[in-house]
């Protein structure tokens, strides 16, 4: 849900998770609701919706895929749920491993993968009133 993820706390703890010294880069993205959307008018706000089961079970796979995949020490996603003003955050990407190259590979492979795997859905709510539901996360 929208209110339990605090930043600054996640990234805290994510980079207590490599702090042994075996990691020498961590990144992070955040993906915020921007103004411009899909549709032919701005966006007001942004509605958040998943398939809890599903969408918990697409996102540990991806994960644990792309962790393997990249020979990271972690990968995680943190999506959020719920309606959502202009420039809040949505979703939190990390990811640790030895080097920045393999990092950052990964971290773009993460997000690409959560734009389309699990079941989430997004409602644009446009200033005008009117709305869409996009396909892609």
């Known amino acids: 849900m929208k209110d339990e993820l605090d930043l600054g706390s996640l990234m805290k703890d994510v980079l207590g998770l490599v702090s042994d010294g075996s990691c020498g880069a961590c990144a ?20 958040m919706e998943s398939y809890r089961e599903h969408a918990d079970k697409a996102l540990n796979r991806i994960c644990e895929e792309v962790r393997a995949e990249y020979g990271l020490a972690f990968v995680g996603v943190w999506h959020l749920v719920g309606e959502f003003k202009l420039g809040e955050p949505v979703v939190v990407v990390a ?27 997004k409602k644009e709510v446009y200033v005008d009133g009117s709305s869409s539901w996009i396909e892609g996360a």
């Open 95 to 121: 990811a640790a491993g030895e080097g920045r190259e393999e990092v950052f590979a990964g971290l773009r492979r993460a997000v690409e993968r959560y734009k389309r795997e699990p079941a989430l859905f």
């Open 28 to 47: 992070f993205f955040v993906g915020v609701v921007k103004k411009r959307g899909r549709g032919p008018v701005d966006v007001e706000m942004l509605l």
